[in-house]
């Protein structure tokens, strides 16, 4: 979680130098709401491990897990970084498919967890998670596209979206697939839970030192 608030104040201090980058302002309030988000969600490991002596509201009951604020999260967080690089994407054809793929990405990960209720108190939407994944690193990739044909090429270093896709699409490519076999193990198998400790950690120090370095080199420069 250090490395997400370092994220979100490196991030504050370059809209403090670029006050109007707007796109980059609702990025940077992002990362806020990542950090709150991990912060309220620590109320479910503080109640277990104390034995509910903390928290002892939520014992018992389908708030004992704090899996249904991840689920919602999921869908906001993918939701708003396909349109984060949407926003860069040329083109009205292309920029209606995607805006169009993202309403729909919502609205049916919405009806999946209403159809299939027991799932959001449970365990992680495995239908948001892919799909929101895919629709994600289609719109990098459409991005990347884009900006192979474009000037933008020669100014990679001071582009800050090229950093923040690094962090996004080598995370979500290293940890989707373990999301997915982890149904295939159970919670005993200790090697695999050491895996995806791990699996995680250096994903996010990867994202979140990706998005920190973009913020400090393009601080003083021109994000084209």
């Known amino acids: ?33 990542t950090v709150l988000v991990e912060t309220v969600c620590s109320y479910a490991p503080i109640a277990y491990f104390s034995e509910y002596k903390y928290f002892s509201f939520v014992e018992c009951t389908y708030f004992a897990d704090n ?33 169009y793929a993202i309403i729909s990405y919502i609205f049916s990960s919405v009806l999946y967890l209403l ?10 939407s495995q239908f948001s998670n892919i799909v929101g994944t895919l629709l ?16 933008l090429i020669l100014n990679l270093k001071f582009f800050l979206p090229f950093y923040i896709s690094i962090g996004v699409l080598i995370f979500n490519l290293v940890i989707t697939p373990i ?22 950690l250096f994903s996010n120090l990867f994202m979140y030192s990706s998005f920190i370095l ?11």
């Open 1 to 33: 979680m250090i490395i997400e608030i370092l994220a979100a104040i490196a991030g504050t201090y370059y809209i403090k130098n670029r006050p109007t980058d707007r796109v980059t302002r609702w990025f940077v309030i992002f990362l806020w709401m």
């Open 67 to 99: 899996v249904w604020i991840y689920n919602v999260s999921a869908i906001a967080s993918f939701s708003f970084l396909s349109y984060y690089f949407y926003t860069f994407l040329k083109g009205r054809l292309i920029r209606r498919g995607v805006k």
């Open 115 to 124: 159809i299939f209720e027991g799932i959001f108190f449970r365990e992680l």
């Open 136 to 151: 994600l690193l289609t719109v990098i990739v459409i991005f990347y596209f884009q900006l192979l044909k474009s000037d």
């Open 179 to 200: 999301d997915i076999f982890e149904d295939f193990y159970s919670g005993e198998n200790i090697l695999f839970s050491k895996f995806k400790n791990m699996a995680y």
């Open 214 to 224: 973009g913020f400090m080199i393009c601080r003083s420069k021109k994000s084209y």
